[in-house]
């Protein structure tokens, strides 16, 4: 009834039925009949009784009138709705009961003006920090004399589109800004403006058009960042970044929280379900492939050691009993399989999923280097919750700060009714045949259904995600060196990937080393099968300051070598004792030779 009551407003009056004036005020009913159900009682004496006077007594409120109206024309619904009224007007006491379970003791229908507030803030400081990362990395990668030249690919871009005739379609297929230049200049000048644009949505200025930005910019480097910007957090981003173009209010100006027109009810569901995809997909992709690590609950024996890029608190982490690890494993694969099930339940559980979610993303930062994965992930928590939740954990003077205001009427500006809607039916129609591709279910799908598929895939920003399904158990590390006479030869170190096993492992915090994490995947092949490494060495036996730049330690600072070559070997960690006796993290055999040696042709020795 209290929420009912905060709905309706001083619209509505309120008597309970042991109030002694009811019988006199309405002769004509019994108490009898009051105790049974909501009476709601019109000006000019006409009663309704249960589904429809609740249903009545909302639409006093024109947002929620809609109610009433499916009442009044559905009489399918109206059965139901008075079914499952009489139902629990029979059992009011289990449904008390079961109402305090789920819901607390907030009564009141949630708010979100602080969850949207502190939501889009966390964005744009992850957009911050996948901005920053990349400025210090892409000339190295994808500029003029980077690894994968971007103004390379948008020639072949061009010369596909003439040969296909593809005209302003090329924009569509090909989404990316480098259309207009794809200099060194104009790559680090995208990266400053998506620094500045996430610093004026963490300030709150024209938060809006700047998400919109954000994202464009963001989907124009990913498109000719090729490898280095494929991972799936790079699509998780654009994905959520896309959405909160549709949550934000549409002011220009900052404003309190509580000031800001309502936020959009299906943009908050269409976060929730896109982290419970996330969740839940990752944990379907780890039992469709089958593997054994997964299935024996020893994952985590390996992946401290073998993930991407080790910190030394995984090192620390791989040292536990095997007992701990597999319970860690197990609480891992629940919080992926069935805890996102409780985003679609009542506040409670919600606010239970969101807990172990966020516990799960913490345990993973504190133990491993996944970029801005985790932090964005923790960002989609924050839907889960709504003000009430947010301001339990604010100063006691801060707290109620907003409810004792005075509400003042809300702006008018906000999101379309359709627009929000045509969201929703390109993400329910994309995320059904992703999941029904990821649970190898096959079915028919309308034909609309697949063109929108087709139409958004080159957006990047409707995905399926299945993070970490195959648990890699031996670690092999590329090992590059350099030599000017082809007998003795120096080694190239990384900042963060393994290489002389005395240092210990390091932690890059939200900063993803993009060819370090790259090269990681490329030991799992072969150099055939990653051509952008032959390219690596080139640039380093020419010399490239850009990419030079992207390495810890050059053993040859005055010239370039004249041979490159790269070895594979096994990696460890050491033990304790191990460790404690010899001073290094890590023990390493060589494995073979990945790439033979590899030296320019005369006369070819600047980048080019």
């Given at each position: 009834m209290g929420r009912l009551r905060h709905t309706t407003g001083p619209r509505v009056d309120y008597l309970p039925f042991q109030d002694p004036q009811i019988p006199i005020q309405f002769p004509g009913l019994t108490g009898d009949e009051f105790e049974t159900a909501v009476h709601l009682i019109l000006p000019?004496?006409?009663?309704?009784?249960?589904?429809?006077?609740?249903?009545r007594a909302l639409a006093s409120n024109p947002d929620e009138h809609w109610l009433l109206d499916l009442y009044e024309h559905s009489a399918a619904f109206a059965s139901a709705s008075e079914a499952g009224y009489r139902l629990v007007a029979r059992n009011r006491t289990f449904f008390s009961a079961a109402t305090r379970v789920l819901w607390g003791r907030q009564v009141k229908p949630p708010t979100h003006h602080l969850v949207r507030w502190l939501f889009l803030r966390a964005l744009g400081i992850?957009?911050?920090?996948?901005?920053?990362?990349?400025?210090?990395?892409?000339?190295?990668?994808?500029?003029?004399?980077?690894?994968?030249?971007?103004?390379?690919?948008?020639?072949?871009a061009s010369g596909q589109a003439a040969a296909?005739?593809?005209?302003?379609?090329?924009?569509?297929?090909?989404?990316?800004?480098?259309?207009?230049?794809?200099?060194?200049?104009?790559?680090?000048?995208?990266?400053?403006a998506g620094t500045a644009l996430a610093v004026l949505v963490i300030i709150g200025l024209a938060q809006a058009p700047c998400l919109f930005l954000l994202w464009l910019i963001y989907l124009s480097l990913t498109t000719v960042g090729g490898v280095f910007l494929g991972f799936q957090w790079d699509s998780l981003l654009l994905e959520t970044g896309f959405m909160a173009v549709f949550l934000a209010p549409l002011q220009l100006l900052p404003q309190p929280p509580w000031r800001e027109a309502d936020p959009s009810r299906i943009v908050l569901w269409l976060l929730r379900w896109l982290l419970f995809r996330l969740l839940f997909e990752s944990g379907m992709a780890k039992l469709a492939v089958k593997d054994p690590a997964w299935s024996s609950l020893t994952a985590l024996k390996f992946h401290f050691e073998t993930q991407p890029l080790p910190a030394w608190t995984g090192w620390y982490a791989h040292q536990l009993p095997t007992p701990v690890l597999k319970t860690a494993t197990l609480l891992a694969l629940g919080i992926e399989l069935a805890i996102p099930f409780l985003?679609?339940?009542?506040?409670?559980?919600?606010?239970?999923?969101?807990?172990?979610?966020?516990?799960?993303?913490?345990?993973?930062?504190?133990?491993?280097?996944?970029?801005?994965?985790?932090?964005?992930?923790?960002?989609?928590?924050?839907?889960?919750?709504?003000?009430?939740?947010?301001?339990?954990?604010?100063?006691?003077?801060?707290?109620?700060?907003?409810?004792?205001?005075?509400?003042?009427?809300?702006?008018?500006?906000?999101?379309?009714?359709?627009?929000?809607?045509?969201?929703?039916?390109?993400?329910?129609?994309?995320?059904?045949?992703?999941?029904?591709a990821l649970a190898r279910i096959t079915l028919r799908h309308p034909d609309p259904a697949f063109a929108i598929y087709r139409w958004v895939a080159p957006l990047r920003s409707f995905n399926s995600y299945g993070l970490f399904a195959s648990m890699t158990t031996n670690r092999q590390e590329?090992?590059?060196?350099?030599?000017?006479?082809?007998?003795?030869?120096?080694?190239?170190?990384?900042?963060?990937?393994?290489?002389?096993?005395?240092?210990c492992p390091g932690w890059t915090a939200a900063h993803q080393p993009r060819l370090e994490w790259q090269l990681w995947f490329a030991a799992l092949g072969t150099c055939q099968q990653n051509p952008w490494f032959i390219q690596f060495s080139t640039r380093l036996l020419q010399g490239s300051?850009?990419?030079?730049?992207?390495?810890?330690?050059?053993?040859?600072?005055?010239?370039?070598?004249?041979?490159?070559?790269?070895?594979?070997?096994?990696?460890?960690?050491?033990?304790?004792?191990?460790?404690?006796?010899?001073?290094?993290?890590?023990?390493?055999?060589?494995?073979?030779?990945?790439?033979?040696?590899?030296?320019?042709?005369?006369?070819?020795?600047?980048?080019g």
């Amino acid at each position: 009834m209290g929420r009912l009551r905060h709905t309706t407003g001083p619209r509505v009056d309120y008597l309970p039925f042991q109030d002694p004036q009811i019988p006199i005020q309405f002769p004509g009913l019994t108490g009898d009949e009051f105790e049974t159900a909501v009476h709601l009682i019109l000006p000019d004496g006409t009663a309704h009784i249960g589904a429809g006077a609740v249903f009545r007594a909302l639409a006093s409120n024109p947002d929620e009138h809609w109610l009433l109206d499916l009442y009044e024309h559905s009489a399918a619904f109206a059965s139901a709705s008075e079914a499952g009224y009489r139902l629990v007007a029979r059992n009011r006491t289990f449904f008390s009961a079961a109402t305090r379970v789920l819901w607390g003791r907030q009564v009141k229908p949630p708010t979100h003006h602080l969850v949207r507030w502190l939501f889009l803030r966390a964005l744009g400081i992850v957009y911050l920090i996948a901005f920053l990362s990349l400025w210090t990395q892409i000339t190295g990668l994808v500029g003029h004399r980077g690894i994968a030249p971007a103004e390379n690919l948008m020639r072949f871009a061009s010369g596909q589109a003439a040969a296909n005739h593809a005209g302003l379609e090329r924009y569509h297929l090909f989404p990316t800004l480098c259309w207009f230049s794809a200099s060194d200049s104009f790559l680090e000048f995208q990266c400053a403006a998506g620094t500045a644009l996430a610093v004026l949505v963490i300030i709150g200025l024209a938060q809006a058009p700047c998400l919109f930005l954000l994202w464009l910019i963001y989907l124009s480097l990913t498109t000719v960042g090729g490898v280095f910007l494929g991972f799936q957090w790079d699509s998780l981003l654009l994905e959520t970044g896309f959405m909160a173009v549709f949550l934000a209010p549409l002011q220009l100006l900052p404003q309190p929280p509580w000031r800001e027109a309502d936020p959009s009810r299906i943009v908050l569901w269409l976060l929730r379900w896109l982290l419970f995809r996330l969740l839940f997909e990752s944990g379907m992709a780890k039992l469709a492939v089958k593997d054994p690590a997964w299935s024996s609950l020893t994952a985590l024996k390996f992946h401290f050691e073998t993930q991407p890029l080790p910190a030394w608190t995984g090192w620390y982490a791989h040292q536990l009993p095997t007992p701990v690890l597999k319970t860690a494993t197990l609480l891992a694969l629940g919080i992926e399989l069935a805890i996102p099930f409780l985003i679609f339940l009542p506040r409670r559980p919600r606010l239970l999923a969101a807990t172990l979610t966020a516990g799960l993303q913490a345990l993973i930062l504190l133990t491993g280097n996944c970029g801005f994965l985790n932090w964005l992930t923790l960002a989609l928590c924050l839907p889960l919750l709504d003000d009430a939740a947010i301001r339990s954990f604010l100063p006691i003077r801060w707290q109620g700060g907003p409810a004792r205001q005075s509400p003042a009427p809300p702006p008018r500006l906000h999101w379309p009714l359709p627009a929000t809607l045509a969201l929703a039916a390109v993400v329910a129609s994309t995320s059904m045949i992703q999941f029904f591709a990821l649970a190898r279910i096959t079915l028919r799908h309308p034909d609309p259904a697949f063109a929108i598929y087709r139409w958004v895939a080159p957006l990047r920003s409707f995905n399926s995600y299945g993070l970490f399904a195959s648990m890699t158990t031996n670690r092999q590390e590329i090992i590059i060196e350099g030599s000017d006479d082809g007998v003795k030869w120096a080694a190239y170190e990384f900042r963060s990937k393994p290489g002389n096993p005395e240092r210990c492992p390091g932690w890059t915090a939200a900063h993803q080393p993009r060819l370090e994490w790259q090269l990681w995947f490329a030991a799992l092949g072969t150099c055939q099968q990653n051509p952008w490494f032959i390219q690596f060495s080139t640039r380093l036996l020419q010399g490239s300051p850009e990419v030079l730049a992207l390495l810890k330690y050059n053993p040859f600072p005055s010239a370039p070598p004249r041979f490159i070559r790269a070895e594979l070997y096994d990696y460890k960690f050491n033990t304790h004792a191990a460790q404690s006796q010899t001073g290094c993290w890590w023990q390493r055999k060589r494995r073979g030779i990945y790439l033979p040696p590899l030296s320019l042709p005369p006369g070819q020795t600047a980048p080019g």
